[in-house]
């Protein structure tokens, strides 16, 4: 039986990369991506699951990483804001375009948004303003009064889009492209 | 704002679970999604000694549909049955109210039959397990039993379920052929708790129009889910109104806190109870269209 105090070992992706940790378990997720793998783009807001800032993509779908013990995602693939870039390691669509739509004051925020639309975007790749808005509607910004997050999240979708022309990158969903 | 040190468990069949959860008695917390369970332990609110993470079970993710209803296992996430399609022709009630669960990144972990567990007043999924005289199927050690929603919310946060169970599936039954279902509800933010919620479930005979019978179950209103049957209020085609409230407001028990007054809270019962019977009226006349 495991004691309190006793670590766990835990094996998971992240961005593509093999990680086994003997970790806490009370650990967090968003602990352990920022304190053990010093991943520090997933950024810890309310730390109670309201805000949306810790937001990362777990087998694909995004999650709180605050709400969420490292220990119990034994298997998992995950895939933190540093994983939303192009397989260049420049800005990845979803960041282009908030870059263009100036969807950022402060960017404490943007880290959550960038993997939250990322993930919206392969299941809704067409939204309208609307649809754009409610997807967003689990992630707050504190700054920008949302008006120009709902038109990136519009402009990512463009970007995204087979046939809009220009250079096309795809978020690269395990960052799996370099190993 | 980090949850107290816990012994952590992660069994890899079910019989290891039950032995597990045997062993620790009234130490051991089931973690499934953990959406509602975590937070309380980072705000301290719970400490449990024991966590046993039932994530890595197989056959416990379950969604079916039958003739009779639909059974969810332990494992079902809120989207996955938000997003069931069968699920939803069967009866569309749960889509109507997982919508109105959080957010869709916390949907995407958090549990139905967690959420039934967790036995929150404010929860949408207690009042519709109720509202389609639904059960919670538990397993221990010693064997299996079945409890009816009727008996399964015994208090804010507190259900039937004892030290040693794993509460494995929820079955929440087709109500007849002619229904029609709405969930709608006041909040004050996107996505949070809601200030007061209803569910209602409408069914409707073979003259157009004529209503058989009308249940509602509001959440938010009470120490659990309050289940109102409409029935002493049925005129052929509607509803008397001076009953409806007279029928709510007996069975209603609001508190005032920092979101809403009791009265305030009483005042969107009987408006939501309005709506959410008239939009389930019209949803059971899109049905049989």
């Known amino acids: 039986m495991t004691q309190a105090d006793a670590t766990v070992r835990v094996s998971f992706t992240v961005n593509g990369s093999p990680h086994d940790l003997d970790l806490p378990p009370r650990r967090l997720l968003s602990d352990a991506l920022r304190h053990d793998l010093r991943l520090t783009g997933t950024h810890v807001g309310c730390e109670h699951g309201v805000c949306g800032a810790c937001t990362v993509l777990v087998d694909g779908l995004p999650m709180r990483s605050c709400l969420l013990f490292a220990v119990s995602l034994d298997g998992s693939a995950i895939t933190t804001i540093e994983g939303c870039c192009s397989s260049d390691g420049g800005m990845g669509p979803v960041q282009q375009a908030f870059h263009e739509c100036h969807a950022l004051q402060c960017g404490f925020c943007t880290p959550g948004f960038v993997t939250t639309v990322t993930a919206y975007l392969e299941t809704n790749p067409a939204p309208t303003a609307e649809e754009a808005r409610e997807a967003i509607s689990g992630n707050l910004c504190r700054c920008t009064g949302y008006q120009n997050i709902v038109a990136a999240v519009c402009r990512a979708a463009e970007l995204l889009a087979p046939a809009s022309p220009g250079e096309t990158v795809a978020p690269s969903q395990t960052g799996g492209a370099d190993s | ?289």
């Open chain 2, 1 to 289: 704002m980090k949850p107290a040190p816990f012994a952590y468990h992660r069994p890899r069949t079910l019989e290891e679970t039950l032995d597990v959860l045997a062993d620790l008695g009234e130490d051991g917390k089931v973690l499934a999604g953990g959406q509602s369970l975590v937070p309380l332990m980072s705000m301290r609110l719970s400490a449990p000694p024991h966590i046993v993470d039932v994530n890595h079970l197989p056959g416990l993710g379950t969604v079916e549909v039958d003739a009779a209803a639909i059974r969810v296992g332990a494992l079902a996430r809120h989207s996955e049955v938000e997003h069931h399609q069968a699920a939803y022709d069967a009866v569309p009630l749960l889509r109507q109210a997982l919508r109105l669960v959080a957010h869709p990144t916390i949907r995407n972990r958090g549990t139905t039959v967690g959420s039934l567990v967790h036995g929150d007043p404010a929860a949408e999924l207690p009042a519709v397990l109720l509202l389609l005289d639904g059960s919670v199927s538990l397993l221990s050690a010693t064997g299996p039993r079945d409890v009816e929603a009727s008996a399964f919310f015994t208090g804010p946060m507190e259900t039937a379920l004892r030290a040693g169970e794993l509460a494995v599936a929820a079955t929440f039954r087709r109500p007849p052929p002619g229904s029609g279902t709405a969930f709608v509800e006041v909040a004050r933010r996107h996505g949070d708790y809601a200030m007061c919620g209803v569910g209602a479930v409408v069914s409707m005979g073979t003259a157009p129009d004529e209503i058989l019978s009308a249940r509602v179950a509001l959440v938010s209103m009470g120490s659990g889910p309050v289940l109102v049957d409409l029935d002493e209020a049925l005129e052929g085609e509607s509803l008397d109104e001076e009953t409806v409230r007279t029928l709510v407001d007996s069975a209603v028990d609001p508190e005032t806190d920092i979101h809403a007054s009791a009265d305030y809270r009483r005042h969107l019962a009987h408006v939501l109870v309005r709506r959410a019977v008239d939009e389930a009226r019209r949803n059971a006349r899109g049905r049989a269209a």
